[in-house]
């Protein structure tokens, strides 16, 4: 498979439309929650199951214990693009890839069994805003010039700070976190920028009248992996190859490729990076990896000029600092994101809370980041978002134990505009087991025995596949209905993206 090929895929292997996937495996029972399906009836389904107590989510059964206030507190939340916990020291890493994190991390709470919500990126962020599924807010990664609103009746995280009385700001990446999404809302601020810069400064300007709320999102991690010339060669271990690893040599691939003077269009970085990767090739699959290592280590420092400023301002801070989605380097055969494997879905989740600084924990318990929103509000003692889907994180600060909630991330399949959207792929954590469900191709693996999903169970385990399945299929109905209820009349509102947008998207490998 070429490269090429392989960077397409991702835009290619949605799930195929309109069929559930445990239809195929329990005739009779699923049922079709098709376009024109009753709400009747899906209220009907998800209430059955939620009496039956298979659906544990949604807010329901709440640990008990004191949530660690730190009411006007100012908050900082990093979101690094395509970070895979398991490459970072703090979650076991041993090449020395993040110093100042591991550093942080050792006065914070770290929970070492985080899940994102998808593996896209405007589907994870947006669940990472609202608290709710990806198939209930509907705001997808673009696959062409026309993208999902967020509906009005969601609330976001930035819109609660504003309310809350607190300043707000977001510094993002562009692509699929971009304003014309809703990403935007209740931001003061909302700016495309590639550097810390615009965000260090506006914390040094934010003054101490009111607590501020700051999102930074960043790319530094994204492919193509070209580090700078102080990391490239940090984790280097195989040979001379193919595959340009500098801006230079990448400048001179395009010169030859396009001419010397020719505007290369948006893809060509990308392909020149990709088309020279031999996936079949273990030493390239291992420079790539080697070269993402590189850039990670380059976000660490990235990372500490950023908090090293937050932490300093006179009001305490809060920060965490988490990933939307990992990366794969062919542990499925893959690159890139396109999969619901460990290696996208676990993500890092640190918090540094100012006032527990000396009594850094780590949390064992499997969360989602859908719960991360709740967390936050409750921290600094703002109301809720009504229509969360998450729980509150905050027990876990200074108490601990299992809750055996079932987790769900999920992409959202697109279709044409105007019709419905659902869960194209799904993923359901039930301890230790993990379900994957993509069309009609059913997942299953136990992770406490095979971390790295190797060996599928779904022919050995079929009591347990058709418990997860039930639990599957009560999500899927009470998603539908959470999502029924709350778009209302706004659904279908579409936008077109502005050229700036696409360029990025274009330039991200979004679209081509
Ligand atoms: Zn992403």
């Not at 895929?9 to 949605?14: H, I, L, V």
């Not at 003061?188 to 009248?209: F, K, L, M, N, P």
């Not at 420079?287 to 500490?304: F, G, H, N």
């Not at 998603?479 to 209820?485: A, F, I, M, Q, Y």
């Amino acid at each position: 498979m070429s490269s090429n090929q392989n960077v397409r895929s991702r835009q290619g292997t949605r799930g195929k439309s309109g069929r559930r996937p445990w239809r195929a495996v329990r005739q009779g029972v699923g049922r079709d929650f098709g376009p024109n399906t009753a709400a009747r009836q899906l209220r009907a389904a998800a209430l059955t199951l939620v009496a039956a107590g298979a659906l544990v989510q949604c807010g329901a059964g709440d640990k008990t214990g004191s949530a660690a206030s730190c009411a006007g507190c100012n908050v900082l939340l990093v979101s690094v693009d395509t970070l895979r916990a398991d490459r970072l020291g703090v979650y076991g890493y041993p090449r020395p890839t993040s110093p100042w994190l591991d550093q942080f991390a050792a006065d914070a709470v770290v929970f070492e069994r985080a899940s994102s919500v998808s593996y896209h990126t405007a589907e994870s962020h947006m669940s990472l805003f609202t608290s709710v599924f990806p198939s209930v807010h509907g705001v997808a990664n673009a696959s062409s010039d026309k993208v999902d609103v967020l509906p009005p009746a969601i609330g976001t995280l930035a819109e609660a700070f504003r309310d809350a009385g607190y300043r707000t700001a977001g510094f993002h990446g562009g692509g699929n976190v971009a304003a014309a999404f809703g990403f935007d809302r209740g931001f003061e601020d909302y700016q495309e920028t590639h550097t810390v810069d615009r965000a260090r400064e506006w914390i040094e300007s934010a003054g101490r009248d009111a607590p501020w709320f700051l999102f930074f999102h960043t790319h530094q991690v994204h492919d193509p992996y070209i580090p700078e010339a102080e990391t490239r060669h940090l984790f280097k271990t195989a040979a001379e190859l193919p595959i340009p690893d500098s801006p230079e040599q990448l400048e001179r691939l395009l010169a030859e490729e396009h001419g010397e003077d020719a505007t290369p269009p948006f893809t060509a970085v990308r392909d020149a990076f990709w088309r020279r990767v031999d996936p079949s090739r273990s030493e390239h699959v291992q420079r790539v990896s080697d070269l993402y290592d590189s850039k990670v280590r380059e976000l660490d420092a990235m990372l500490e000029s950023l908090v090293e400023v937050a932490l300093r301002t006179a009001r305490p801070t809060l920060v965490v600092i988490t990933s939307d989605h990992g990366e794969e380097f062919q542990e499925h055969g893959r690159f890139l994101h396109d999969a619901l494997y460990e290696e996208l879905l676990h993500v890092p989740l640190i918090l540094r809370h100012p006032e527990l600084s000396a009594a850094p924990r780590r949390v064992t318990d499997r969360v989602s980041l859908i719960d991360l929103a709740p967390t936050l509000l409750e921290l600094v003692g703002a109301p809720p978002l009504v229509a969360a889907q998450g729980r509150s994180l905050a027990p876990f600060l200074s108490s601990g134990g299992a809750d055996g909630r079932a987790l769900l991330a999920e992409k959202v399949h697109v279709q044409p505009s105007g019709e419905h959207r659902y869960a194209g792929a799904q993923a359901l954590y039930l301890e230790p087991f993990k379900l994957i469900a993509r069309g009609s191709e059913l997942e299953l693996y136990r992770l406490d025995r095979d971390a790295s999903e190797r060996v599928n169970l779904v022919s050995s385990h079929d009591q347990q596949l058709q418990r997860m399945l039930r639990v599957l299929e009560a999500h899927h109905a009470a998603n539908l209905v959470h999502r029924e209820s709350l778009r209302g009349s706004s659904a279908g509102v579409e936008t077109v993206l502005p050229a700036e947008t696409l360029r990025r998207l274009e330039s991200l490998g979004y679209l081509e």
